[in-house]
């Protein structure tokens, strides 16, 4: 195992952390609101799309600035987001995520709806105020927007709720999984190579 590869890995996630925690506390957000959203989003997890995201534009030779991070940030935010929505007692009603109490348990229901809201909506002011240019900008937004909304995961979210408690065809679990956790895994790399 490439240890020198793990290492810049951990310095990407701690730099990502670092700049998510920033943000939310720069931010002019409610205290509880703020508390709930932070609780989720620096759970821990592999920050899988933000990674991917950055390797891809250091694979094209691009030296990873402050834009970069804003737009690796605002594909955490939206992810973690509807992981929180996700989580709510008309969805997946889960008690327990990444081994610690979901934000509606932890918080409450319309606490946790607020945050995840936030985080989805925030994440878009986040990717806008990235510096790059302004069309690059706005193919960031049009993607993120494609993908995280109701063509996309928002979509195989539905579709998953349809499928509760069904027998479902090899088919509708591919649309399922292609829209709901496909599209968010995609967005990076369409990013990247805009």
């Known amino acids: 195992m ?14 990502l952390e670092d700049f998510l925690t920033e943000f939310y506390e720069s931010a002019e957000f409610p205290t509880g ?11 821990g997890g592999k920050r899988i799309r933000p990674l991917l995201f950055l390797n891809l534009l250091e694979a094209f030779d691009l030296e ?18 509807s992981l929180i929505h996700d989580d709510l007692p008309a969805m997946d009603n889960d008690d327990y995520r990444r081994g610690q109490l979901t934000n509606h348990k932890k918080f409450d229901e319309a606490t946790a709806i607020l945050a995840g809201d936030g985080l989805l909506t925030y994440a878009f002011e986040i990717a806008a105020g990235s510096n790059e240019a302004s069309g690059t900008v706005l193919k960031c937004i049009s993607i993120l927007s494609k993908m995280a909304g109701p063509s996309g995961m928002v979509y195989g979210q539905q579709l998953d709720l349809e499928a509760e408690y069904k027998e479902i065809d090899w088919d509708m ?15 990076p790399l369409l990013i990247a190579c805009t």
């Open 64 to 81: 990873l600035s402050k834009a970069h991070y804003h737009v690796a940030a605002a594909l955490e935010m939206i992810h973690t987001g």
């Open 173 to 187: 679990l591919q649309r399922i999984h292609e829209h709901k956790t496909g599209c968010l895994l995609t967005a």
């Open 33 to 43: 609101l703020a508390e709930s959203a932070k609780y989720s989003l620096l759970a």
């Open 2 to 15: 490439n240890f020198d590869i793990i290492r810049v890995m951990d310095t990407k996630i701690l730099k």
